[in-house]
């Protein structure tokens, strides 16, 4: 069964922090890639941190780097996106997905909100 469920988003003001979790089925979770995207209103979606569960491989974009750290925990088939130094620009609809490569995501989550107020 392919399902990824989203949480903790919110809304904090600017310089607050969040902390998202992402929670895989064991298909979703083995397909060997998870990543966080957003998408905010009239802008396309951009991807914000991927990670390889297997061995821990990481990648940012660079509007996060510093700021965002994404995590794993195996055997909670977990992930973990901590924001920290949250700007209103970061407000966003955020997405979990799930794999097969660095830039082939299939299986997607319902998204979680996160509003940053100035």
């Known amino acids: 069964q392919a399902h990824l469920a989203e949480s903790g988003g919110g809304s904090v003001q600017a310089g607050g922090s969040l902390r998202l979790s992402c929670v895989g089925s064991?298909?979703?979770?083995?397909?060997?890639?998870m990543g966080w995207f957003r998408q905010a209103p009239g802008k396309e979606r951009e991807g914000v941190a991927r990670?390889?569960?297997?061995?821990?491989?990481?990648w940012y974009a660079d509007s996060v780097k510093g700021r965002f750290t994404i995590s794993r925990d195996n055997a909670k088939r977990t992930v973990y996106l901590q924001m920290n130094s949250l700007k209103p620009e970061d407000t966003a609809m955020y997405y979990c997905?799930?794999?097969?490569?660095?830039?082939?995501?299939?299986?997607w989550g319902q998204g979680t909100q996160v509003t940053v107020s100035s």
């Open positions: 064991t298909y979703t979770y083995s397909r060997g890639y």
């Open positions: 997905a799930a794999g097969t490569n660095w830039n082939r995501f299939e299986n």
């Open positions: 990670i390889r569960p297997a061995d821990g491989i990481i």
